[in-house]
């Protein structure tokens, strides 16, 4: 059976290592060990921030939508209660964005909900 060097398939994942380790200060961007090491941290990091991520924009809509609330003299908690028993099925996200760019459309909403 033929021997079968494998240098040519090392180099070509130790390069895809290291270019995804670029930018990375002093051996964690040239030594392959460090390199692969720092990689796969950053990758746990990235998830972990996209999770993050989801989490600190509901909270800056909980805090827009309330806001906003206040000049109409009703609570977060009570405005959400009255959304869910008039079926009314818009998320934070879009209630933000109506209570920033479209009030009108906000106090319609509001009205219903009072």
């Not at 930018?23 to 060990?33: A, E, M, N, T």
């Not at 009570?78 to 459309?105: H, P, Q, S």
């Given at each position: 059976?033929?021997?079968?060097?494998?240098?040519?398939?090392?180099?070509?994942?130790?390069?895809?290592?290291?270019?995804?380790?670029?930018?990375?200060?002093?051996?964690?961007?040239?030594?392959?060990?460090?390199?692969?090491?720092?990689?796969?941290?950053?990758g746990?990091?990235?998830?972990?921030?996209?999770?993050?991520?989801?989490?600190?924009?509901?909270?800056?809509?909980?805090?827009?939508?309330?806001?906003?609330?206040k000049?109409?003299?009703?609570?977060?908690?009570?405005?959400?209660?009255?959304?869910?028993?008039?079926?009314?099925?818009?998320?934070?996200?879009?209630?933000?964005?109506?209570?920033?760019?479209?009030?009108?459309?906000?106090?319609?909403?509001?009205?219903?909900?009072?």
């Amino acid at each position: 059976m033929a021997r079968v060097k494998r240098g040519v398939s090392s180099h070509k994942k130790h390069k895809k290592l290291l270019k995804l380790a670029k930018g990375y200060q002093f051996g964690r961007s040239k030594l392959v060990k460090q390199a692969k090491e720092t990689v796969l941290h950053a990758g746990e990091y990235a998830f972990a921030g996209r999770k993050q991520r989801r989490r600190d924009m509901r909270k800056l809509w909980i805090t827009q939508l309330s806001g906003a609330l206040k000049t109409e003299d009703i609570s977060y908690s009570k405005f959400i209660a009255g959304l869910k028993a008039k079926n009314i099925n818009l998320d934070r996200k879009i209630l933000a964005e109506l209570a920033i760019n479209d009030f009108n459309t906000f106090k319609q909403i509001v009205s219903q909900v009072k």
